[in-house]
C-alpha cells in the first residue's frame, strides 16, 4: 500500500450515529477537513456506515463534501481519510463501510455545469472523479486488500445493488466489509 504520511487526526467519537475525524490540510492554505462515517442502516447484525469526507466550516459546523480545495496536498489527505479505515473497523469490527463519490449523481453534473471551466455540453468531465480516486487506491492495493477485507462494488448508486469487486469496472460505489 502507498506509504505516503497521513496528517495527525482527532477523533470525536461515536454520537448519533456518526463517527468524526478533524484534521487540518496544510498545502497552500489552512482548512479544516472532517472524515465523517455516518450510519445509514442496519443491513442484517451489521450496521452499514457511509463515509465521507470534506471541509469544515467552523463557523455553520457543517462539512461540505462538494468543495475542491486544490489545497497542494491531495495525496496527504487521501492518505489521511484511507488510514481512518482500520480506525473504524478496530472500532466497529462487524460493520460496513460504503463509499460513494459526491460528484456521482445527476445534482452534481447540474451544479458543475453552472460554472463550467472545462466546456462541457453533452456530459460532466468532473463527474465521478472522487470514486475514480478510491477506485485507483483499491485496485493498486487488491492483492494486499483482499487478504483482509471484502470488497464489493456498484454500477449504480444503490446500496442494495453491489457485485464482488472485480478491478478495472467502473463502480460508482464501494463496498467494504472486514474479513473475521
Known amino acids: 500500500m502507498q506509504d505516503v504520511a497521513a496528517y495527525s487526526l482527532t477523533a470525536t467519537g461515536e454520537a448519533e450515529g456518526r463517527i468524526q475525524f478533524f484534521f487540518e490540510s496544510l498545502g497552500s492554505a489552512r482548512i479544516v477537513k472532517v472524515i465523517e462515517y455516518t450510519a445509514i442502516r442496519q443491513a442484517g447484525s451489521r450496521v452499514l456506515y457511509n463515509l465521507g469526507f470534506g471541509d469544515y466550516d467552523e463557523e455553520s459546523g457543517q ?5 475542491n480545495s486544490n489545497n497542494g496536498d491531495m495525496r496527504r489527505v487521501f492518505n489521511t481519510v484511507l488510514s481512518t479505515v482500520p480506525l473504524f473497523f478496530a472500532t466497529n469490527p462487524h460493520d460496513v463501510i460504503v463509499v460513494r463519490g459526491s460528484d456521482s449523481d445527476k445534482e452534481a453534473a447540474l451544479r458543475c455545469f453552472a460554472t463550467c471551466r472545462k466546456g462541457c455540453v453533452e456530459y460532466c468531465k468532473n463527474a465521478d472523479r472522487r470514486i475514480r ?3 485507483y487506491f483499491v485496485e493498486k492495493n487488491f492483492a494486499a486488500l483482499v487478504r483482509e477485507y471484502v470488497i464489493f ?3 449504480r448508486d444503490d446500496i ?7 478491478p478495472g469496472e467502473d463502480y460508482v460505489a464501494i463496498l467494504v466489509y472486514r474479513k473475521y
Not at 442494495?160 to 472485480?166: L, P
Open 153 to 155: 462494488g456498484s454500477y
Open 133 to 135: 480516486t478510491y477506485r
Open 160 to 166: 442494495d445493488d453491489f457485485v464482488r469487486y472485480v
Open 63 to 67: 462539512v461540505s463534501d462538494l468543495m
